[in-house]
């Protein structure tokens, strides 16, 4: 086994699941090598300076051009990227719900080009293995809590979901087994087997050094 830490990435649409997943695969990964050898972060973080500029506007109490909270999604990124860098350099994995591909499949789906919204996130950590959620937006309504925020009506997550397959297909091309789709439309015993197959399957096996992206 590799010496430094993996680095997962839970992606999906709004309600797919994303943290609970996360959060079960934390338990499990901290069940097994020990809690000082994995950590849970999120994106956005929203207790962060940054991160309330987001967390007011994702809450519609603010307005911003599409640009500017594109950055700031990025922004909230690059604060913890040499955070992220260090713990896996240090044997710590690190199990992440949404990052760069929630930021590219988002401001994409409100017309902005893939170049324009990938540039900011050039030069961050690389994850190990996306883990992409993959549910209906009607099946993801029928969720708890859908419709509050900003992003969750069903058009918008339809662009989104065609957004994330394309990201899926070129990250595919520079590695296939970085990108694992998963149908997060299952029960929950059932999407847990599925993630958790994903996850023992790349545990230990990425090279040396981190990847930056893209
Ligand atoms: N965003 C984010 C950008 O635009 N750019 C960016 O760069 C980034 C990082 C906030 C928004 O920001 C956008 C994307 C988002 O629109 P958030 O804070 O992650 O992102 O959003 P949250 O509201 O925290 O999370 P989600 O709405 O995305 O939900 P999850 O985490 O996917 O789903 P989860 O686990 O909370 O589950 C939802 C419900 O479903 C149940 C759960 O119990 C819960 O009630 N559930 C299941 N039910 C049936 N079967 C299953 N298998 C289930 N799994 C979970
Ligand atoms: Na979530």
């Excluded at 401001?107 to 324009?116: E, I, N, R, V, Y």
């Excluded at 996306?130 to 969720?143: C, T, Y």
């Excluded at 900003?150 to 595919?172: A, D, H, S, T, W």
């Excluded at 149908?183 to 599925?194: H, N, P, Q, R």
Aim: proline fraction near 3%; aromatic fraction near 8%; hydrophobic fraction near 35%.
């Amino acid at each position: 086994m590799s010496a430094r830490g993996t680095f997962i990435v839970i992606e999906g649409l709004d309600r797919s699941g994303k943290s609970t997943q996360a959060g079960i695969i934390h338990k499990k990964l901290a069940e097994r090598f020990g809690d000082q050898r994995v950590k849970l972060i999120k994106f956005p973080d929203r207790t962060t300076p940054i991160g309330k500029m987001i967390d007011s506007y994702l809450r519609s109490q603010s307005d911003l051009d599409d640009q500017a909270i594109h950055l700031l999604f990025s922004a909230n990124r690059w604060e913890v990227a040499s955070s992220i860098l260090s713990d896996l350099q240090n044997g710590i994995t690190i199990v992440c719900d949404r990052y760069v591909y929630s930021g590219v499949a988002f401001s994409a789906s409100k017309g902005l080009s893939f170049d324009w919204c990938v540039a900011p996130d050039v030069g961050l950590p690389s994850p190990d293995v996306v883990l992409f959620l993959d549910i209906s937006p009607e099946a993801a309504k029928l969720r708890g809590g859908y419709g509050e925020e900003r992003y969750e009506k069903e058009e918008m997550q339809r662009r989104v979901r065609e957004n994330f397959k394309q990201l899926g297909k070129e990250q595919k091309t520079t590695k296939e087994e970085s990108w694992v789709e998963i149908d997060a439309g299952k029960g929950l015993a059932s999407v847990t087997e599925d993630v958790w197959t994903a996850v023992e399957k790349v545990m230990g096996q990425q090279a040396e050094d981190v990847q930056k992206l893209w």
